[in-house]
């Protein structure tokens, strides 16, 4: 299986909470970040967390971080038509500083 | 705008032909890195270069080669074009050699067709 899995999309109403889900494989994991990709553009660094932390917030974002689990999420609050796009989980497998990515949840807002 | 900058934004080629990608890093950063998109692998890391020399080695085949050159930009060489080489070529650029905390700034991509 894959290292890295997400759920390919995801729709929610503008004014509703997105949660975007993601789960990694290799337990020696020391950093785990969210990348975002809007159309035509590369990937912007959103937000990480170091693997001994269980959450992280930042203004609408909280990361979720569930290490026995393997699990990783990403809280969108408030989400509105501009956060449409595609958000990439990532991990940096232990010893390298070079991130697996995961293939990326399309997040849909609609009115 | 991430600062990086990628050349062409769109190629369409043939196959068996060669073409050369080129990306441009933030100003101040040392590393950059490739990366390829496609619908069926994902984002996969390609090559990395720190101050003109190979630092880290993905799933790079060995069609492909890159250099970073002494003015820090650097070109992805991608030779014996197969169809299944379509795919977005992402550059990224970063201040260091590889530090986990080392952000990777994007470009916005080279869409490469191959026909």
Redesign the interface.
């Known amino acids: 299986g894959e290292d890295v899995e997400q759920s390919l999309f995801l729709s929610v109403r503008e004014g509703d909470s997105s949660v975007i889900n993601c789960t990694y494989t290799d337990s020696s994991s020391t950093y785990l970040y969210w990348y975002k990709q809007e159309p035509g553009a590369g990937l912007q660094l959103l937000t990480y967390i170091f693997s001994n932390m269980d959450m992280k917030q930042d203004q609408r974002l909280t990361v979720l971080l569930n290490k026995k689990d393997k699990h990783l999420s990403l809280r969108i609050a408030d989400t509105q038509t501009g956060d449409s796009a595609i958000y990439f989980c990532a991990e940096t497998p232990g010893g390298s500083y070079i991130p697996t990515f995961g293939r990326g949840t399309s997040l849909i807002v609609h009115p | 705008d ?1 600062g ?1 900058t990628q050349t062409p934004k769109h190629l369409i080629t043939a196959t068996g032909q060669r073409v050369t990608l080129r990306c441009s890093p933030r100003s101040g950063d040392l590393s950059v ?1 490739w990366y390829q998109q496609s619908l069926d692998q ?2 996969q ?1 390609l090559i ?1 270069y720190y101050n003109g020399e190979e630092r ?1 080695k ?1 799933n790079i085949l060995e069609r492909f080669s890159a250099q970073q050159f002494p003015d820090l930009h650097s070109e992805l060489n991608l030779s014996s074009l197969e169809l299944g080489d379509s795919a977005l070529y ?1 550059c ?1 650029s970063s201040a260091r050699a ?12 080279t869409r490469l067709t191959v026909l």
Do not use: K
Not at chain 2, 99 to 108: H, S, V
């Open positions: 991430s990086v890195y994902g984002l890391f990395q880290a993905g992402f990224a590889g530090a986990i905390t080392d952000t990777q700034y994007f470009g916005p991509g």
